[in-house]
């Protein structure tokens, strides 16, 4: 079955601090996305990644750095958190581009930003 | 660009019940159309897709939806409600041309016995 780790699963930063989520699948799918969930709403596409050593903005990149180094690992950096980043962070794989194909979520990182 | 619209935020009814979860979308092009579900602290769980030919499509545990151009609806149901389906059911749309998925902000459906 399609697995998708994250880690860690929860994580408490500093205004000011760097923080990396870390995220694995093991689908063998191209396609790697960063979402961002805030209380009460959907999801926001922050970065996403189709090849290894290659990442594309979302629709809200600010503040986020991602990385690709393999087709299994995905990362999303936040250089300088703010309180404004406290969120639920979900990475998800898909075998192509959305369009077309099923989304796989890990079970998400929750973050808080005092 | 695409957007998705969950009309409700809440949804209670009792277990046995029918339920149908609405949602809008706004796009003039080719589209697919997706329900996710998401059960408390969990990640998000593919229920079923649409992008052409029988209006009408199955997901697993007897979810179904039915796409309507008329209407720019994707509507969930379901015709007998179980406890265990209690959970956060969201709506998403993505253009044929492109990697992007917009999410709806969900509908949470709680069941009772």
């Known amino acids: 079955e399609a697995a998708v780790t994250q880690s860690p699963r929860s994580k408490v930063a500093v205004t000011g601090g760097k923080v990396t989520l870390s995220c694995h699948q093991t689908n063998n799918h191209d396609y790697m996305y960063w979402y961002r969930q805030d209380t009460g709403h959907g999801l926001r596409l922050i970065h996403y990644s189709y090849v290894a050593d290659s990442t594309e903005k979302g629709d809200i990149p600010d503040g986020y750095k991602a990385s690709r180094p393999s087709q299994e690992n995905f990362s999303l950096i936040l250089e300088l958190a703010s309180l404004s980043q406290t969120a639920v962070y979900f990475c998800a794989s898909s075998d192509r581009g959305t369009s077309q194909n099923t989304l796989y979520f890990g079970a998400g990182t929750r973050l808080s930003v005092l | 660009t695409q957007t998705v619209s969950q009309s409700d935020a809440h949804v209670t009814v009792f277990e046995g019940d029918s339920v149908e979860l609405r949602c809008n979308y706004s796009?003039?092009?080719?589209?697919?159309l997706s329900w996710y579900i998401q059960h408390h602290g969990r990640g998000l769980q593919f229920l079923l897709k649409?992008?052409?030919?029988?209006?009408v499509v199955q997901g697993v545990n007897g979810f179904e939806a039915e796409f309507s151009k008329s209407d720019s609806s994707f509507h969930l149901r379901k015709a007998s409600v179980h406890w265990s389906d209690s959970a956060v059911y969201f709506c998403a749309v993505s253009a044929n041309n492109n990697n992007r998925i917009f999410f709806g902000d969900g509908t949470q459906l709680v069941v009772k016995p």
């Open positions: 649409y992008y052409s030919g029988n209006p």
């Open positions: 796009y003039g092009g080719s589209i697919y």
